[in-house]
């Protein structure tokens, strides 16, 4: 008798050693996307990546606490605070939230790659538990584009070049020796700007890594929307143009000069460069309805379905007003 209950009591251990086993790897398991989902907006990753929208919550780097993650909802209720870590560049699938953070608290730097940014990181969507690091190299500009964050990456030995990595924390490797902006995605595919011999425009398929040419001409920072390309054309001052991929027409949006925008449903809000009168400015993007929203100089151009948020390029006063009627702007203060 006494064999028989060491002998069951032997085989209770073991299945809940193997319970214990299986039920840490069910709760620590890697939900992959389905399909070639993308992170955030063009417009907002060229614009630092402070703000993502996905299913009616809006994530953010929260100015008003040294740009740690928060969440919210659109119209700016409901707000908590999901991680103690400033953050940038910020991506969101239906599982996970992607950024890159920073050691110091931080955020304002306006380098090219920011010598304190540091490590390409993933949190669960409810912010509850670690954060993983998937690249512990300064990284910037991150795009998901379904199992993949392709993204800037900085070591010694190579400077900034072009990396992606799988959402688990492999596979990472360099896709190209440039440092491509890869801000601009469409499913599958990435759209970015020539850097040293051209700045035509290119299509970057991501099952495969290839890349050609779909517009030339001298242009920077592409985001592609539906059927059209805009850009700011460096052939015409850094104004915006659209061209319609259908035909290859293009048309200038913007007369003035730009130092940075964002594209969103049929506006644009970009940065009006003008030496005696710049300006945070909005225009549709058939280049009607112009309107100069705020004096003065503003950078980070961030855009949800409610709101745009911006910040002044030398205070850091962070400021917001509607998307749907800009033009009464106010200190964005959660």
């Known amino acids: 008798m006494k064999k028989i209950w ?23 398991r890697i939900r992959y996307n389905d399909g070639y989902v993308n992170g955030n907006t063009a417009g907002n990753l060229y614009n630092e990546g402070y703000f993502c929208e996905k299913d009616g919550i809006v994530y953010f780097a929260n100015p008003a606490d040294n740009y740690c993650l928060y969440s919210m909802n659109p119209d700016g209720t409901n ?49 509850k538990g670690k954060p993983e690091i998937l690249d512990d190299d300064p990284c910037m500009y991150a795009s998901l584009v379904g199992n993949y964050l392709y993204y ?60 050609k040419v779909i517009y030339e001409g001298n242009c920077w920072m592409p985001v592609k929307d539906g059927n059209n390309l805009y850009f700011m054309d460096c052939e015409n001052d850094y104004r915006i143009a659209k061209v319609d991929l259908t035909n290859g027409e293009k048309t200038l949006v913007t007369d003035c000069r730009v130092d940075c925008y964002n594209v969103t449903g049929d506006k644009i809000f970009f940065q009006k460069n003008d030496k005696t009168n710049p300006a945070i400015c909005c225009i549709n993007t058939d280049g009607s309805n112009y309107q100069e929203l705020k004096e003065g100089n503003y950078t980070a151009i961030n855009v949800t379905s409610t709101y745009v948020y911006f910040k002044d390029f030398t205070t850091k006063t962070p400021y917001y007003t509607s998307v749907a009627t800009p033009g009464n702007v106010q200190i964005f203060n959660p």
């Open 6 to 28: 060491k002998w069951l009591l032997f085989v209770l251990v073991i299945l809940l050693a193997a319970g214990c086993v299986f039920l840490y790897r069910y709760i620590n």
């Open 79 to 127: 707000i908590k605070k999901l991680e103690d870590q400033s953050v940038s560049y910020i991506n969101v699938d239906d599982h996970y939230i992607y950024y890159c953070k920073l050691k110091g608290k931080s955020a304002d730097s306006f380098s090219f790659l920011p010598v304190n940014t540091n490590s390409l990181c993933r949190l669960d969507i409810d912010g």
């Open 152 to 211: 800037l990456h900085y070591d010694t030995t190579d400077a900034t070049t072009l990396y992606k990595v799988k959402i688990d924390g492999k596979e990472k490797e360099q896709v190209e020796k440039q440092s491509y902006f890869t801000a601009s995605t469409d499913g599958q595919y990435i759209y970015y700007n020539g850097l040293t011999d051209n700045h035509n425009i290119y299509e970057m398929d991501t099952s495969n890594d290839h890349a």
